[in-house]
């Protein structure tokens, strides 16, 4: 490793960014002119191949026969991961939001879309196709010990298929598909109701994750899992992807702003920990590893003493049940 990569290595963009930031208004109006974003889970397939690597991890883990109902944390303006799981099975799909989505034509022509990628037994997409899942499996064929012929045509049967469709439809008065916004306030009607709560990139983006496990905690039934996948770089803020780890708290705190959507600087072992604490069972976990090109000397004061490992730990998941 080299010593290039200090604090003075001042992403002096997203420090503009974040000063900026403390000025009124200025977070909304660099909303509108930045306008909607793409998100991953706008397109079918990756939707498909994030639940189908969730479900084959999980059969692997022996939990997929307790898939009732089951929650997504920042599923965005997107419940396509969560149509996936109603097509495999799933009785009822949450999503656990600050904002309210207003489902519509793009979600039943996701769900047409869906439909056919199981009707022909598609193979789930793999790492040439999203890299950025960091679920990563020994086999990405279509998992036919899972998703039986005999399960498959009781589940893409016309008069089940009409019910999903007709739940995205009318979300608001059906148990299928549900919306909790903002899901923070309404732990008292979800508390222990949830057999999986499951996030993709969103852990890494909460400033108080180590609340919002023990807030997620209580939704789940006992013996509840959940699974996490959680990225640890730092999105292109700075050069190197883990070079944010050697900002100091208050340059870290003038790049952050009043930015309420930006990463926690977390690694994975910090996740580990504050699950273990909470009493969670740690099942399985993978780590998805780059090698880190900065000195640790480098390191800001917070960072000194983390693991070898997690300064090589790009991205990864986490799979644990509550005791």
Not at 211 to 223: A, G, I, Q, S, V
Request: proline share 2%; glycine share 4%; net charge positive.
């Amino acid at each position: 490793m080299n010593n290039k990569i200090c604090n003075t290595d001042i992403p002096f963009k997203h420090l503009f960014r974040g000063i900026v930031s403390f000025l009124p208004f200025a977070n909304q109006i660099y909303g509108k002119i930045k306008g909607d974003s793409s998100h991953s889970c706008s397109n079918p397939r990756f939707c498909y191949s994030l639940w189908l690597r969730i479900l084959v991890t999980l059969n692997n883990n022996k939990l997929d026969y307790r898939l009732d109902n089951i929650a997504e944390i920042g599923n965005s303006s997107s419940i396509g991961v969560g149509l996936v799981a109603l097509l495999t099975g799933v009785k009822s799909y949450s999503a656990l939001e600050v904002v309210k989505y207003q489902l519509s034509q793009k979600s039943l022509n996701m769900c047409e879309e869906l439909i056919k990628l199981f009707r022909n037994r598609e193979d789930i997409p793999d790492d040439n196709e999203f890299s950025n899942i960091n679920i990563q499996l020994d086999s990405y064929k279509f998992p036919t010990r899972i998703l039986t012929e005999k399960k498959l045509s009781v589940l893409l049967s016309e008069n089940r298929l009409n019910q999903i469709r007709k739940a995205i439809l009318n979300y608001e008065k059906n148990s299928i598909i549900n919306y909790y916004v903002p899901w923070e306030y309404s732990l008292n009607n979800i508390r222990g109701s949830f057999d999986l709560v499951f996030s993709r990139a969103v852990m890494e983006h909460i400033a108080d994750y180590p609340e919002t496990y023990r807030k997620l905690k209580t939704c789940l039934k006992p013996r509840g899992f959940m699974l996490h996948d959680i990225e640890y770089h730092n999105h292109g803020i700075g050069t190197h992807w883990n070079s944010h780890w050697c900002y100091s708290n208050l340059l870290w705190e003038l790049i952050k702003g009043k930015r309420s959507f930006i990463i926690n600087r977390s690694t994975h072992s910090m996740h580990l920990d504050i699950l273990k604490n909470l009493g969670f069972q740690l099942l399985s976990d993978q780590r998805k590893i780059n090698k880190s090109s900065i000195n640790r000397n480098c390191l800001a004061k917070r960072f000194k003493s983390i693991l070898d490992i997690d300064m090589n730990s790009y991205g990864g998941w986490i799979l644990a049940i509550k005791k």
